[in-house]
C-alpha cells in the first residue's frame, strides 16, 4: 500500500504516507460545497503534475552534472462541469535568472520533464500547457 486515508466529515480527508508517516489533508473546494482550507484532490493532481515534472528533471540533471536548484513551477489548474473533472492545467516552469544552460542540456530536460509518469497517466482530455521562464541557453561557439 501507498496510503491510508481517513474521512474525517465536513468533505476534509486525512491521508498518511505508509513509508514516511507524513500526512497531508485536503478539503472540498469552495465551488464544491467545501471549505477550501487545504488543497483539493484535484488540486492536488496538478500539483503531483508540477512536482513530478520537476523532479524526473532533477533525476536526468543530476546524471548530466547539472544543478537545478531554485527552478519554480506554478500550476494553474481549470474545471468542466459536465462532468466535473479538470479540464486544463496550465504548467509555468520558471529557471533562476542566473541560469544558463547549453542547449541540448536544455531540450533535453524539457523533454524529461514533459513526458514524467505523471503527465503520461492523466486522460488524454485533459489539456495540458507548458511553458517556460528564463529558460536562458547558452549560444556562444564552443
Given at each position: 500500500?501507498?496510503?491510508?486515508?481517513?474521512?474525517?466529515?465536513?468533505?476534509?480527508?486525512?491521508?498518511?504516507h505508509?513509508?514516511?508517516?507524513?500526512s497531508?489533508?485536503?478539503?472540498?473546494?469552495?465551488?464544491?460545497?467545501?471549505?477550501?482550507?487545504?488543497?483539493?484532490p484535484?488540486?492536488?493532481?496538478?500539483?503531483?503534475?508540477?512536482?513530478?515534472?520537476?523532479?524526473?528533471?532533477?533525476?536526468?540533471?543530476?546524471?548530466?552534472?547539472?544543478?537545478?536548484?531554485?527552478?519554480t513551477?506554478?500550476?494553474?489548474?481549470?474545471?468542466?462541469?459536465?462532468?466535473?473533472?479538470?479540464?486544463?492545467?496550465d504548467?509555468?516552469?520558471?529557471?533562476p535568472?542566473?541560469?544558463?544552460?547549453?542547449?541540448k542540456?536544455?531540450?533535453?530536460?524539457?523533454?524529461t520533464?514533459?513526458?514524467?509518469?505523471?503527465?503520461?497517466?492523466?486522460?488524454p482530455?485533459?489539456?495540458v500547457?507548458?511553458?517556460?521562464?528564463?529558460?536562458k541557453?547558452?549560444t556562444?561557439?564552443?
Amino acid at each position: 500500500m501507498t496510503a491510508t486515508i481517513t474521512y474525517e466529515g465536513n468533505l476534509r480527508c486525512s491521508a498518511t504516507h505508509l513509508q514516511s508517516g507524513t500526512s497531508i489533508e485536503t478539503d472540498a473546494p469552495t465551488d464544491n460545497r467545501g471549505k477550501g482550507e487545504r488543497f483539493s484532490p484535484t488540486d492536488l493532481v496538478c500539483t503531483a503534475l508540477g512536482t513530478c515534472m520537476i523532479t524526473t528533471m532533477g533525476i536526468k540533471a543530476n546524471d548530466m552534472g547539472i544543478e537545478l536548484k531554485g527552478v519554480t513551477i506554478d500550476v494553474k489548474k481549470y474545471m468542466a462541469a459536465d462532468p466535473r473533472r479538470i479540464s486544463k492545467i496550465d504548467v509555468v516552469l520558471s529557471f533562476p535568472e542566473n541560469m544558463t544552460l547549453e542547449e541540448k542540456d536544455m531540450t533535453i530536460l524539457k523533454r524529461t520533464g514533459e513526458h514524467c509518469p505523471v503527465i503520461k497517466s492523466l486522460h488524454p482530455d485533459v489539456e495540458v500547457n507548458i511553458s517556460y521562464v528564463n529558460d536562458k541557453v547558452n549560444t556562444a561557439a564552443s
